[in-house]
């Protein structure tokens, strides 16, 4: 397996683990795996989502649903939705909705909004306890909730209204986050009610979570999307915050579950890999994923690379949090060429994603 | 059928076309001038005689030109994109208009100060013929009131509360005449019918009869006569021509233009040129805008597939020649005030081409004339024509793949129509389904049953907003600052939201009442003072009645409708009120109230709730769409309420062009945080901003509402990210939406599939974006020369792509 050049990454990133840590306000180690988690329930519960998207179509087939889950294990440094890391509700601040009416201050019991000449009416994480007063105080919007705690049958309920495009596309329902592992027991419901309905199922995962679950839930799905960031496992804790053995061995028994499927409604497993500049953009990281991809998974060969966007530092802006990789441009698709074609040469099938 | 794309020819007839300015051909007032003012030709003559008389001598004196390399003859005037000036019908209205058309904001015209001094000659004598000065003294004082801005003084200036509009200008716009039965048996076949007929009308002594047919008879000469001028000139250009080629070409448009319209025409290129100049000819008698080629690939496809079977002609020279048909399109123009420039900016001439669909006996009417139109317009990718493709449940889905590949052009074109809406929609009216199923699109989003129908339909636009923001008053119009509307309460004292609604319904009845007078009072204009004989030749059943279609000839006799502005603004405020005011409780009526009056100065907290905390239309959410459903049924309810003049019913729409900017000017602060005079939204689309969930959603709410009772159409523009509908898989996914949307229910569907950042390129660098064509309302447009607000409307329509 190759070296990675952590000097190099390091000095490029000018941030070490613990900062990395820090931004999250969570970290992983915090956060036991699922067995322990308190959204490891009954099915039919209630679960936290903090959006749903519909109209969308580059997760899966067709036209679809995008249902994203409250919560991730992971503290990823360029994570698109980072309001999607923390399981609980969070207050979204967004200074370019505000009109300065300075009700947030009012409403609030704990005397956690302040106003701040740079940022605005700013939250104070420490005091902040997430109760919605500011939310409801608010007139504009400019103060919102992300996540909200709802039925399965809910979600299901808003999922269906595009059932006739999706009849007319073979699209459906992808659920993503946040990580779909982290609310494995509502993840497994509402994909199971889904399916019932005859829609067709889609995850999007790291695949850092337990076995059993994620083999329940993988029942209920005709394709998963599972990250596959780095392959050096010291280098993922570091950029990831958690250790890639799981997601590996997770990865591992999916491809098995390939087989055992059959034939009559298949699984499609498709590993992601987001190419982060500087990060693991390079052809040596791009090299370990395909080897890993050619000769530890037996059924899988479709690879899909997804660009760094940086469409996602407004939300940084809003939820309060420091940014590490702000101001970094995107790359653009054609920038992936030479890494599409590594993977292309050692026989995968690769297709590069838009924005 | 393999697509073709574009030869050469079609190339260098497109880049010309974007060399032409829009210009000003006086020739046909000067001859109009001549015959009623300087001969006595006409003096003694019955007045629908004197009009046949005058679009005779026009057809023979009028200069003609064949444009270098088209293959098919015949113009509107002397240049191409000349418009031509119409004084029976507009009068010395345009007159200050005329003056500006070289410098005014935008849609300019060419015009040379000779030709201008000529008309400021010739058009005061016509004064008295403007259809506006004649309904004028026919208005009650209350019609005036509603539909004037200074009533007393000033009869142009209208209060865009609401207008008659089109029709106040010509009379015969948004017609599909029966071209299939002038192929089929020639317009001499035409004329041996009312000679026939008027032998009976002279043996009943049927004055009105006897005239008309007199008028039809000449029309039919006339119009027969104009082909044969063309023959002439092509003949004439053929001998001095020194390619060999294009000799050869000039001769076959001799011998077409010999035989038609004059008589059937014996292959493809003499169908589509006798159709043609059948186009041209209706414009030439009348102004209006929006007349209809209609179903295109129903009538002419007989004599593509015959020449197709026979040898005489290959499938690439075939898609060249509807190409250059298309083309013809552009050249014609029309001269709006700078005021209507606003309504619809950007030289709208709204000529529909429909295809699709269905067959009168419930078949799918698709064929491979259906698919090359939708190649010619991706070929052509010009403002005009205006294609139009209907589906049903059996439309194949080859023909909404093709179709979705054209609108992922971004030109804006094509329409979607859907016949699952449409048909019932028309049986409801009282059309036989044969009928209803043959129909075709005109204007915008409307249509009508084809051949059949008297045609004008589009009567001018009620501002919906209005209603609302006169029951916010009691009737008051606080931009006119006068009593508007009706006494409907004191809004402040509304202690349920039952009484808003109520208030509503009735100041919106009251508006349709009084529209609908002063509409019927226009027919009666349009019947005494403008007949159309010629057009009138070839609508289903003018020559066996005896009768002009204005006169109630047609088999099918709907009045002028109206098309409502303002239709997610009204539902969004009544969401608002219902939610904040009712509901939570949040606001009461009186500081709701008070923040509109203010306009929402030292309100913004108020606006922003009604803007934030409210659901909105467009949402597929039932706690505004169930709004949008009981307005829409008010709506519905008091059109069907009155009679046009021959007792039809109204077809009521939501149509809005870009009426939805002026509109917007006279109407004060609403419940969905709407400041005073901003535009309005615009068809029966969501308002910019709030289509949060997107184009599902957004079908699945419009889907829900009565478009069998709004049979004037209702206009959904959706706007999509290029990259959305791009490649294998977004083509896909695009037809998916598509079908989609027709199952959820909308009656019409158009796509603007452009960036925004290439729109802000545009206005920036207009001179580089001269041929970005854009989707305003039932037409396209090119983006750079239309008005600043409407760019910007087009701009902010609510932008679609999920990444």
Known sequence: ?355 | MPGFGPTARVEELKTRFLTYKPNVCIERARIYHHLYFQSEEVRDEPLIVGRALAFAKLLRERTIYIEDGQLIAGSMGSRPRAFPIYPESVGDDLLDEYRKLTTRAFDRFEFSDADLMELEEILPHWHDSSLRQILFPDMDAEEKKLFLMDPENNIVKGTNIFSLDVPLYGPAGHITPDYQTVLEIGFQGIKARAEKRLGRARQDNDKNAIDFLRAAIISCDAITDFGKRYAELARQMAKEETDADRRAELLTIAAACDQVPGLPPRTFQEAIQATWFLFVGIQQEAFQRCYSVGRLDQYAYPYLQADLQGGRISEERAQELLDCFFLKFPETNYINSEYYSHIASGFPSQQQICVGGQTPDGKDATNDLTYMCIQSSINTRLHQPSLSVRFWEGSPDALVEKTCELARLGTGHPSFFNDRRVVPGLVGKGIALEDARDYSSVGCASVQPTRKDKGSQNGGYINFAAALDFALHDGWWPLGNRQMGIKTGNPREFTSFEEVVEAFGRQLGYLIGVYSRASVKLEKIHRDRVPTPFVSCFVQDCIDRGLDRSAGGAVYNFGFSPRAVGLADVVDSLTAIRKLVFEDGILTMNGLMDALDADFKGNEHVRQMLKAKAPHYGNDDPRADDIAQKVVDIYVAETNRHRSLFGERFHPGFSSVSANIPYGTVISALPNGRQAWQSLADGCSPCHYVGKEGPTAAALSVGKLDHEGMTGGSILNIKLMPAAVAGETGLKNFVSYVKGALEAGVWHVQFNVVDSEVLREAQAHAEKYSDLLVRVAGYSAFFTGLSRPLQEDVIDRTEHCRC
Not at chain 1, 306 to 326: D, S, V
């Open chain 1, 1 to 355: 397996m190759p070296r990675v050049n952590h000097q190099k990454r390091s000095a490029i990133m000018g941030k070490s683990d613990v900062q990395i840590e820090d931004c999250s306000g969570l970290t992983a180690r915090e956060k036991p795996l699922f067995s322990g988690s308190r959204r490891a329930m009954a099915p039919g519960a209630e679960g936290v989502v903090f959006n749903i998207q519909r109209f969308s179509l580059h997760d899966g087939a067709g036209i679809r649903t995008l249902v994203f889950l409250k919560g991730c294990p992971l503290r990823c440094l360029w994570c698109a939705n980072p309001e999607g890391q923390s399981g609980a509700t969070e207050i979204r601040y967004d200074k370019n909705g505000c009109i300065g009416c300075g009700a947030c201050i009012d409403s609030c019991p704990e005397g956690a909004v302040s106003q701040e000449p740079a940022t605005g009416f700013t939250i104070s994480k420490a005091s902040c306890r997430a109760c919605g007063a500011c939310v409801r105080a608010c007139p504009s919007g400019a103060k919102s909730e992300w996540g909200e705690t709802r039925d399965a049958d809910e979600i299901v309920d808003i999922v269906k209204r595009d059932s006739l495009f999706y009849r007319h596309s073979g699209g459906g329902v992808t659920i993503g986050g946040g990580e779909v592992l982290f609310q494995p027991a509502f993840a497994c419901e509402v994909l199971r009610k889904c399916r019932e309905l005859g829609l067709n199922t889609a995850i999007e995962t790291s695949g850092y979570g337990d076995w059993p679950w994620l083999e329940r839930i993988a029942e209920y799905c005709d394709t998963i999307f599972y990250d596959l960031k780095i392959v050096d496992r010291h280098e993922h804790r570091r950029i990831t915050g958690v250790d890639n053995e799981t997601i590996l061995d997770n990865l591992r028994a999916l491809d098995e579950m390939l087989v055992s499927r059959g034939t009559d409604r298949p699984l499609h497993l498709i590993v992601r890999v987001p190419v982060i500049p500087e990060v693991n953009a390079d052809t040596e990281n791009m090299a370990a994923i395909g080897t890993f991809i050619r000769s530890e998974l037996h059924n899988t060969s479709t690879v899909e690379l997804m660009p760094f966007h940086n469409l996602c530092e407004q939300k940084y802006e809003q939820l309060g949090r420091p940014y590490l990789l702000k101001g970094r441009a995107g790359l653009m698709p054609e920038k992936v060429e030479p890494l599409k074609k590594t993977l292309t040469d050692m026989g995968l099938n690769c297709t590069i994603m838009s924005w």
